[in-house]
């Protein structure tokens, strides 16, 4: 009988950086890319924003959940977001300002574009070939930067950026997925949503009314199934 050394199988799977935020999005999109065997290295950015405290912590345990090993997490800070503002999400007084645009005051200026950049630099020291990213078109709050013309243009920048023998794929799963959709496939993919978190403004009880808490809760109804999350407003 032929012995097979699964450790070492695990090691020449395709490395993947998957961008974890602890929210939904974040959490459907890795329980995809360990689905799809990809080996996910898992990447978390701190940038001062309001709930910072509790996605960390929504990051810790769906990594704990997945049994991720410490070589395989990396948490960031960038605190220049902070610095630069113009964003709800960093400070709360600017969501009572009025805003002209169609592009809602909760987007970070340029966040994924960042983010991206940050993934990109890891997955060049571990040889990883795709960034996986939960970003979707469908249900979302209008962000420009979430849009999959975006991302193609990113991954031409990364491969004309990067060494020679550097190839990455910027993979967006969730691109044409409505919240429904998100919800249905985390069923079937037995993703603990109970630990990710999706509130822009609260750490202990979601506040239920943000524009991601609204999309949040509109998935699960549209299921008929109840957000395992807390809301102060139910």
Not at 32 to 52: D, G, R, S, V
Not at 96 to 109: A, L, R
Not at 111 to 129: F, K
Not at 196 to 208: I, L
């Amino acid at each position: 009988m032929i012995k097979v050394d699964y450790a070492f199988l695990f090691i020449m799977l395709d490395k993947s950086i998957v961008l974890l935020s602890g929210g939904m999005d974040s959490l459907l999109t890795l329980a995809i890319a360990i689905e799809q065997k990809k080996n996910p290295f898992a990447l978390h950015i701190n940038y001062l924003q309001n709930t910072q405290k509790k996605e960390l912590a929504a990051y810790n345990d769906i990594c704990d959940h997945y049994k991720l090993p410490d070589e395989q997490r990396l948490v960031i800070d960038i605190d220049y977001l902070a610095k630069i503002g113009g964003t709800s999400l960093i400070n709360n007084e600017i969501i009572q300002e009025k805003n002209h645009s169609d592009i809602p005051n909760s987007y970070v200026p340029f966040r994924n574009a960042n983010i991206l950049s940050i993934a990109t630099a890891w997955a060049e020291v571990i040889n990883a070939n795709s960034l996986f990213i939960g970003a979707s078109q469908v249900d979302y709050s209008g962000y420009p930067d979430c849009r999959q013309v975006f991302f193609d243009a990113f991954e031409k920048a990364i491969n004309l950026g990067t060494k020679p023998e550097t190839k990455i794929k910027i993979v967006t799963p969730l691109m044409e997925m409505t919240k429904a959709d998100v919800v249905r496939k985390g069923i079937e993919l037995k993703v603990p949503f109970e630990l990710s978190w999706s509130c822009y403004f609260d750490n202990d009880k979601a506040c239920g009314i943000c524009d991601s808490c609204k999309l949040r809760l509109s998935g699960f109804n549209k299921v008929g199934i109840k957000d395992p999350i807390p809301y102060n407003s139910l």
